[in-house]
């Protein structure tokens, strides 16, 4: 594979090269949960859900982290609000995170460590720190030193020495009266009067959101990472901070790629809550944007460019899906009628699509796509190849609509249904998946779809690589109760069959 990757590091566009030869291991900043999920967030999780099924089409293991900020000033205000707690809080809105998410298609990380189950790898994190002389504690605070880390910027590229001389006005002065230098950042807050709060060598208190990221990096994936990803507002401070604390407690580079989306406009303008124009994923959806056309809407721009969100540029997102899924639904209703064989029965990785893409054609749509993606995950140039491939199986689905019962000869079909396990396939590495029509029903009696089948076969394969035997059995024996068998071969791939 020639993955090419632009590293926000560098600021060049490289080709990727893991550490470990067949295995990626990436960390994606998560939410803090306090609240819904907004657009900006859509977008984040679909971007890097992208590159995490890429990544698996080309065969490669991968170890996906991603974390819960459940410690933190918006969270305890939440909480005295609805006169609840921290926990309750937290606990609440992973779930509803969870049911965006899942509604959007994206794949549950291997993982999701929260910073209240992280607290040691914490404290002992703060106390290498302090023993290397890169953090201070004042009256139960403990700042990081940036001064103390020579590259610090080297990610945001902002120069110290200058940012001093501009910094008066910008930092609390009672706080930067006790700082060595005024951006020196909290790695341990002490506890405020009725706040909760977790002990440690300086007191009660609790972790910096800097902190929390860097011990949970080293936690779950260890001192060196392949990718971490993020959005480009936390460059700075967050990840410049993260880089400058592992680094010095660890003596080894943090990451080896960062990766950074663009923010999301509205209507030409930033989103904020103080602007009234914040929108959350749940009210899009509940607005009747489905979730398949915010996806489309989201990957037709490239990753690293803003996105602007008005009405006209949705509604020009859910004709195009419209378009898009009947191809994508053609097999799954039709089936019968076209009497085509038994759908796709396996995740494939690109490369093995070509043994089932019989004409030249077809293996060149498949070669475009891949070329895209590997062109720093260029997935407005792979959603062309998507529709090119759909345009034959739209006419063919608007025959059947019609009722048209000459519907060409086997030769044609044949190649039409070659094109649509390829077409469902692609799809998929986008996480496109085909929206049923209301009422109807697949061929065979279930609305369980090809695509949800194939997803599932690629989770659980993750999860069996991740030796999370537990959620690869759960995943099997789910199937198993929608009346769908997994079989697992001796070459590694899992074939399956409905009973």
Not at 161 to 177: C, F, H, T, V, W
Not at 186 to 210: D, I, Q, V
Not at 364 to 373: E, R
């Amino acid at each position: 594979m020639s993955l090419k990757l632009t590293n926000s590091l560098t600021k060049k566009l490289e080709t990727f090269r893991s550490l470990n030869p067949g295995e990626v291991s990436i960390y994606c900043c998560g939410v803090t949960v306090y609240d819904l999920c907004h657009l900006g967030h859509a977008r984040s999780y679909i971007v890097w859900d992208v590159l995490r099924r890429f990544l698996i089409s080309q065969g490669y293991k991968v170890t996906f982290i991603q974390n819960f900020t459940d410690i933190d000033d918006k969270i305890l205000a939440k909480a005295t609000k609805e006169n609840s707690t921290m926990t309750q809080v937290s606990e609440k809105n992973i779930k509803e995170f969870h049911q965006d998410m899942d509604t959007l298609g994206i794949l549950r990380p291997s993982r999701m460590p929260r910073a209240t189950r992280c607290l040691d790898g914490i404290r002992e994190m703060i106390q290498k720190l302090e023993e290397k002389g890169a953090a201070y504690s004042v009256d139960g605070d403990v700042y990081f030193a940036v001064m103390k880390h020579s590259e610090y910027g080297k990610l945001s590229g902002r120069d110290l020495s200058e940012q001093q001389l501009n910094a008066d006005g910008r930092i609390d002065k009672e706080e930067g009266a006790r700082k060595q230098h005024p951006f020196d950042f909290a790695l341990w807050k002490a506890a405020k009067e009725g706040e909760t709060s977790f002990s440690s060598p300086w007191g009660h208190g609790r972790p910096g959101w800097h902190i929390e990221c860097s011990a949970m990096v080293l936690q779950e994936l260890g001192e060196t990472i392949d990718i971490h990803l993020g959005g480009s507002d936390l460059i700075f401070p967050h990840h410049e901070n993260e880089i400058a604390q592992s680094e010095i407690a660890n003596d080894k580079k943090l990451a080896n790629y960062w990766l950074h989306n663009g923010m999301v406009n509205v209507g030409g303008q930033k989103m904020s809550k103080s602007l009234g124009n914040f929108t959350t994923i749940r009210s899009l959806l509940q607005e009747g944007i489905s979730p398949m056309t915010l996806r489309l809407f989201i990957l037709q721009a490239h990753y690293r460019k803003p996105l602007d969100f008005t009405k006209e540029s949705i509604k020009a997102a859910s004709t195009g899906w419209q378009r898009l899924n009947s191809a994508l639904c053609l097999g799954l209703i039709s089936h019968q009628k076209l009497k085509w064989p038994k759908p796709v029965t396996q995740q494939k990785t690109i490369s093995d699509l070509n043994s089932y893409v019989s004409s030249e054609r077809l293996s060149k749509a498949s070669q475009q796509f891949k070329d895209a993606l590997e062109d720093d995950l260029n997935t407005s140039i792979a959603i062309s190849v998507l529709f090119d491939l759909a345009r034959p199986l739209r006419s063919l689905a608007n025959q059947i609509e019609r009722g048209v019962s000459d519907l060409g000869a086997e030769k044609n079909n044949k190649e039409l249904h070659l094109r649509w396990m390829l077409l469902v396939s692609l799809a998929n590495i986008l996480g496109l998946q085909p929206e049923l029509p209301q009422g109807k029903e697949s061929n065979q009696g279930h609305i369980y779809s090809e695509s949800e089948i194939i997803e599932a076969i690629i989770e659980r394969k993750a999860a069996k690589l991740s030796r999370d035997f537990a959620k690869a059995d759960n995943i099997r024996e789910e199937l198993k109760d929608k009346g769908i068998e997994l079989i697992d071969k001796k070459d590694g791939v899992t074939d399956w069959i409905r009973k």
